[in-house]
């Protein structure tokens, strides 16, 4: 099913689904054996501290160090050389198990803040020091775990060389890990998100190191519930996250659930939700979670997020959070998209399901997006000729949905609701009770619809559906318009067709038009030659003058060989009726299509050409000989000039092909 939101496998045929399923279980991992899973740890400073010094000289090395740093106060860039001697300091203190490594933290923690120490701080070997001290699973001291996170999340801050250096090693785990102390989460939060911060290297590692998962636990726990600016933070590291795909593959099947439950919280800002969206659509694009998704019965949470999106607050004087909550809408019907086009989406959700209900409910919904949501879902569960009878015949949705086309709806609604229908008119006698639903009339307005030349199209393409192997709605599309239609001057709804083809530049939809008088002459043109009621077929050609054009445009485009064959043959089928010889006769004069039947008739064959050209141009030159002789047997009909033309190419080159063909 074709529509704004593309659908993944509607309008495949499929056998009826089975019912029978079972939901798997999903697992949600405490974030302590999330992250006592992690074996990969990074270095962290010698476990032994035998040194002992005198508590003098542990206070003059932290002189010193306040020295050193008090000597570089207001000045422009700091000297690496002379850090490196504070690094040396800090193995010293950290030897001795000194008391004054605290100190020494803070006040370098707090010397961090100035932007031209940052980078010394990495090529001296400090930021190094305190990284692996945050790394030391035997450090208690929360007072200075807190400012070593600080002054590693400091010396980040726009300095792409000492992320490396936390990224080279991986000590965004060890960062990650100090989450379990619930004395440090208002300081590691902010470091994560300093490292991160346009610094893809970091997004990828802590995506690995499965952020999305143990923030979204933390969140749904309530750790940051008093603290907003955590909040923040961390919802955007959650979706900082969602985008690295390999992230995602290593999360644990909980988290989608973990996501959704957040996306379906009242509390949170728009920007939050706009964050937890994003992400539950990232994860929802991994196949594995699709699954999840499914098996678990959360489709239903996932239209839940869909229908709060249209009573999320924003802020109206802001343009951009006006476009981002229509991308967040377009990206959620899309991602509902998907899943409806999974294989496994008919099995857990069958028509008897209460989210067909739900679906079957939206269609008559105020809100476009519902309305969407609802024609591209169920369209994806019209995959079988019993489903969509069921649809048509029980059910009755193609009321609704023709409804929907004579309605004031937008161009995105019209859309999915045009593909729903064409889905639905492939099965069975479905046709005939969507003509007998006066579904012509409904769509022939929107071949005039040039604002949404997606709907004009679709509108187009519904028309040659319709006709297919069907004379009720084939003598339908050439009723007279009714009295007062703004478009009287046209007498029949075929020639509201015949008007967008003149007008239109879109091959697309000259092609589909051409097509659809191909369709109605397949289906007249026997039918008259079988009995003795040939008034449809009058119709066609007095009415329509200039009927074989569209035809012609068949037969000229390039893009598609095998609707110009079916163009040929069209003509060729319309030239066997007295009616349609004049008809033909345009078409070859005013299509440009005259030049192409001589040089098909003339063409041979390539020693270059692939088998398929072979058979395509056999093909070609069958049609177009059997269109020459036909237009020869109505002779009475044709002027001497097109008499000697057709006579001319019959001896020249009709000739020799039917030789051909009898000699082997």
């Known amino acids: 099913m074709a529509s704004q939101y593309e659908m993944n496998t509607a309008g495949e045929r499929v056998s009826a689904p089975d019912t029978q399923v079972q939901k798997s279980a999903v697992e949600f991992p405490s974030v302590e054996d999330i992250l006592s899973d992690s074996t990969a740890l990074p270095p962290r400073l010698p476990t032994e501290r035998t040194d002992s010094l005198p508590a003098e000289e542990q206070t003059n090395l932290l002189t010193s160090l306040q020295e050193i740093l008090k000597n570089f106060e207001g000045e422009n860039e700091a000297d690496v050389e002379a850090f490196k ?43 190094d020091f305190f990284l692996r001290l945050i790394a030391s699973s035997e450090i208690t001291d929360n007072e200075l775990l807190l400012h070593s996170l600080r002054l590693g999340g400091n010396s980040c801050a726009d300095t792409d060389e000492n992320r490396l250096t936390v990224v080279k090693d991986n000590y965004t785990l060890a960062i990650i890990r100090h989450l379990l102390n619930p004395g440090l989460t208002q300081v590691v939060i902010p470091v994560l998100y300093n490292i991160c911060m346009d610094f893809e290297s970091a997004h990828a590692q802590v995506a690995e190191n499965r952020i999305a998962y143990i923030l979204s636990k933390l969140i749904k726990d309530g750790v940051f519930s008093d603290n907003e600016a955590l909040l923040d933070y961390s919802h955007e590291l959650i979706e900082l996250a969602a985008e690295q795909g390999q992230g995602v593959e290593s999360s644990p099947d909980g988290t989608i659930s973990l996501l959704l439950e957040l996306a379906a919280d009242k509390k949170t800002t728009f920007s939050q939700s706009s964050c937890v969206v994003n992400s539950l659509v990232k994860y929802l694009e991994n196949e594995r979670f699709q699954h999840v998704c499914i098996s678990n019965g959360m489709v239903e949470r996932v239209l839940s997020v869909l229908q709060r999106s249209l009573s999320l607050e924003v802020n109206r004087s802001s343009v951009e959070e006006a476009k981002a909550l229509v991308q967040l809408q377009l990206k959620l019907n899309q991602t509902l998209a998907e899943l409806s086009g999974s294989e496994l989406f008919a099995k857990f959700y069958p028509l008897e399901s209460p989210i067909f209900q739900i679906l079957k409910s939206w269609l008559t919904a105020s809100e476009d997006q519902l309305q969407i949501c609802s024609c591209v879902m169920l369209g994806n ?25 004579k309605s004031d709806a937008r161009g995105g609604v019209l859309h999915s609701s045009l593909g729903f229908l064409k889905n639905l008119a492939i099965a069975g006698n479905n046709r005939q009770h969507l003509g007998n639903a006066g579904i012509i009339p409904a769509i022939a307005p929107l071949w005039g619809y040039e604002t949404v030349p997606q709907v004009q199209f679709a509108a187009t393409s519904m028309a040659r559906q319709l006709i297919v192997s069907s004379y009720e709605n084939v003598t339908r599309l050439l009723e007279a318009l009714p009295e007062g239609d703004a478009s009287a001057e046209k007498p ?65 485009q390039t893009q598609w060989p095998v609707v ?42 390539s020693d270059s050409a692939t088998e398929m050209e072979k058979v395509q141009r056999a093909k070609d030159r069958d049609n177009t000989i059997i269109l020459v002789k036909e237009l020869l047997s109505n002779d009475g009909v044709l002027e001497e000039d097109w008499k000697a033309s057709l006579e001319g190419l019959m001896n020249d080159h009709v000739s020799r092909h039917l030789k051909g063909s009898e000699d082997s």
């Open 85 to 127: 001697d504070v690094r040396s300091i800090l193995d010293k203190l950290w030897s001795c198990d000194s008391d004054y490594l605290v100190q020494a933290a803070n006040v370098l923690a707090n010397g961090s803040r100035n932007p031209s120490w940052r980078l010394p701080y990495g090529q001296s070997g400090i930021l």
């Open 381 to 405: 569960l019209a995959r079988s000729d019993e489903v969509c009878e069921k649809m048509v015949c029980d059910l009755g949705l193609h009321k609704e949905l023709i409804s929907i086309l």
């Open 492 to 556: 029949t709804y075929l020639s509201l067709l015949l008007g967008l083809f003149e007008k239109t530049d879109s091959a697309p939809i000259k092609t589909e038009i051409g097509r659809s008088v191909a369709s109605i002459c397949r289906t007249l043109i026997p039918k008259a030659k079988e009995s003795e009621t040939g008034a449809p077929l009058d119709s066609l050609f007095s009415l329509h003058e200039h009927i074989a054009r569209p035809i012609g445009a068949m037969i000229t």
């Open 564 to 605: 110009r064959s079916e163009g040929w043959f069209a003509l060729a089928l319309m030239a066997s009726c007295k009616q349609g010889t004049l008809a033909a006769l345009d078409c070859l004069q005013n299509m440009e299509a005259y030049s192409l039947l001589e040089k098909t008739l003339s063409a041979s064959d």
